[in-house]
């Protein structure tokens, strides 16, 4: 089933939040870091989202201005409320790392999150490729790379995958971060839309990398079906540095973290969601 994105691409500012809006958003976005601080913040913040009833607010999260739609997509709902709880770890190791030549890519770039505030960091020497495949995602994404000044910054709609072609992406209707191209819950089960599929190192390859500092992929437990076949084919002088990678290990079928430590790396962290790796 084909799918045609419905976002709202008037210019930025018309979805400025209004005072209630920013009254909460003040008090989310302050929120520490102890069990109790966090559970306001999340009771908040699922109360706005009920009131903003769909709709999108144009705000600055994580150096970067972007509109977010906060009612089917709980990244930008993170973002957009509580950005110093999102993926707060991971991104302090990645900007300690940021050169002004810094490479970065982000596979399954959602709406932007991690690319704008990798290139929000770094200088226009940088050069980030943003990697996205959900077309209404997709274009969302466009237009907070538009809002901003970073030339850095590059798009691109396609899904990664283990071979050139066309594949089909499932849709959680819930929770538009949730889609892969394998089915993750039932709710996307009859939700799909065919998109393109590239190779990692194909991709690559066509944009003239020599290096690459960082990659961040988060693909929802096809983390394997990209990378596999990258540390297979790609020369080593394109791996990673840095590898930030979503673990839903029980979805894939090869023994993705044996691969990348017989590639050379080690683990140096382990967040919720995340498990980074380091290659020397």
């Not at 979805?15 to 809006?21: C, D, I, T």
């Not at 790379?145 to 970073?150: T, V």
């Not at 023994?255 to 380091?278: F, K």
Request: hydrophobic share 45%; proline share 6%.
């Amino acid at each position: 089933m084909s799918r045609t994105p419905v976002n709202d691409l008037t210019p930025f500012g018309r979805h400025a939040p209004g005072a209630a809006l920013r009254r909460a958003l003040a008090m989310t976005r302050s929120a520490g870091q102890s069990w109790l601080a966090r559970r306001i913040a999340f009771l908040a913040r699922g109360m706005c989202v009920k009131l903003m009833a769909g709709r999108p607010v144009d705000v600055e999260s994580l150096g970067a201005r972007m509109r977010l739609y906060p009612f089917n997509n709980v990244c930008e709902k993170r973002i957009l409320f509580t950005p110093q709880y999102f993926d707060e770890a991971e991104r302090d190791l990645l900007k300690s790392r940021i050169t002004a030549d810094f490479v970065f890519i982000d596979v399954g770039a959602n709406v932007g999150g991690y690319a704008l505030f990798v290139a929000a960091n770094a200088g226009p020497l940088a050069r980030v490729l943003a990697i996205e495949p959900q077309p209404e995602i997709f274009e969302r994404l466009i237009y907070n790379i538009r809002q901003n000044p970073f030339a850095s910054v590059k798009a691109m709609d396609c899904a990664l995958a283990d071979e050139d072609g066309e594949i089909t992406l499932f849709l959680p209707s819930h929770n538009r971060g949730e889609s892969s191209v394998r089915i993750v819950s039932a709710e996307a089960d009859g939700a799909r839309v065919r998109v393109p599929a590239r190779t990692l190192h194909g991709v690559v390859d066509s944009e003239g990398y020599t290096r690459i500092d960082a990659i961040k992929i988060d693909v929802e437990g096809a983390e394997d079906l990209v990378l596999e076949p990258f540390f297979r084919t790609a020369p080593d002088s394109l791996w990673p540095k840095l590898l930030v990678m979503g673990h839903i290990n029980a979805r894939w079928t090869v023994d993705l973290p044996g691969i990348i430590a017989q590639s050379g790396y080690r683990e140096i962290m382990r967040c919720r969601t995340n498990v980074v790796y380091e290659r020397d």
